[in-house]
T-cell receptor, first 107, second 122 residues
Framework: DIQMTQSPSTLSASVGDRVAITCRGSQNIDTYLAWYQQKPGKAPKVLVYKSSILESGVPSRFSGSGSGTDFTLTISSLQPDDFATYYC?????????FGGGTKVDMK | QVQLVQSGAEVKKPGSSVKVSCKAFGDSFSSYAISWVRQAPGQGLEWLGGIIPLFGTPTYAQKFQGRVTITADKSTTTAYMELSNLRPEDTGLYYCARGGVRGELLVWVDPWGQGTLITVSS
């Protein structure tokens, strides 16, 4: 199985901050990586797929980058609605696997 | 736009089985994969397996092979996930989610159902 490791596990930030979350795969996954946002009591929703393609309707302050084993989700200017937990997911090979999550909370 | 609606919460005894349904409202049920993902309380996301209804053959994570059965009924646009030999560590929220690309299971998933809470306790 491909292991996905996210860092940090928790990130404390303020509105307006630039925030970066990293995800590392245990082997090469090309650009077969997605990012999700999950709020308490809600199902996850996809933000980015194919490493850098923004899902329709997702604000442009979100961006994804990377290929191979190292990936980054960046929020250019954190908004109040962005406090949530973020997960990466690889879809290079079965089983689909997710990172452990990064909780973005208020500093 | 598709919407996935799951069956309600269940409480089960260790060693028993549970079957969760996921009904799709909208178009193209048959040609998009349905994956099943679980989340233990306060924990991350874990993929159990999935199916493309048009083809009918499920793919399972090795960890759950032999304990999970995923099926799909095209006539009712409903997918099912049955987990057997339940253990307390199976307690959690179980989600169905649609594949992001027609005809592919090895993809990202969205949208998701609302989740079904399964509690395993004696």
């Amino acid at each position: 199985d491909i292991q996905m490791t996210q860092s940090p596990s928790t990130l404390s930030a303020s509105v307006g901050d630039r925030v970066a979350i990293t995800c590392r795969g245990s082997q090469n996954i090309d650009t077969y990586l997605a990012w999700y946002q999950q709020k308490p009591g809600k199902a996850p929703k996809v933000l980015v797929y194919k490493s850098s393609i923004l899902e329709s309707g997702v604000p442009s302050r979100f961006s994804g980058s990377g290929s191979g084993t190292d990936f980054t989700l960046t929020i250019s200017s954190l908004q109040p609605d962005d406090f949530a937990t973020y997960y990466c997911q690889q879809y290079k090979s079965y089983p689909l696997t997710f990172g452990g999550g990064t909780k973005v909370d208020m500093k | 736009q598709v919407q996935l609606v799951q069956s309600g919460a269940e409480v089960k005894k260790p060693g028993s089985s549970v079957k969760v349904s996921c009904k799709a409202f909208g178009d193209s049920f048959s040609s998009y994969a349905i994956s099943w993902v679980r989340q233990a309380p306060g924990q991350g996301l874990e993929w159990l397996g999935g199916i493309i209804p048009l083809f009918g053959t499920p793919t399972y994570a090795q960890k759950f092979q032999g304990r999970v059965t995923i099926t799909a009924d095209k006539s009712t646009t409903t997918a099912y996930m049955e987990l057997s030999n339940l253990r307390p560590e199976d307690t959690g929220l179980y989600y169905c989610a649609r594949g992001g690309v027609r005809g592919e299971l090895l993809v990202w998933v969205d949208p998701w159902g609302q989740g079904t809470l399964i509690t395993v306790s004696s």
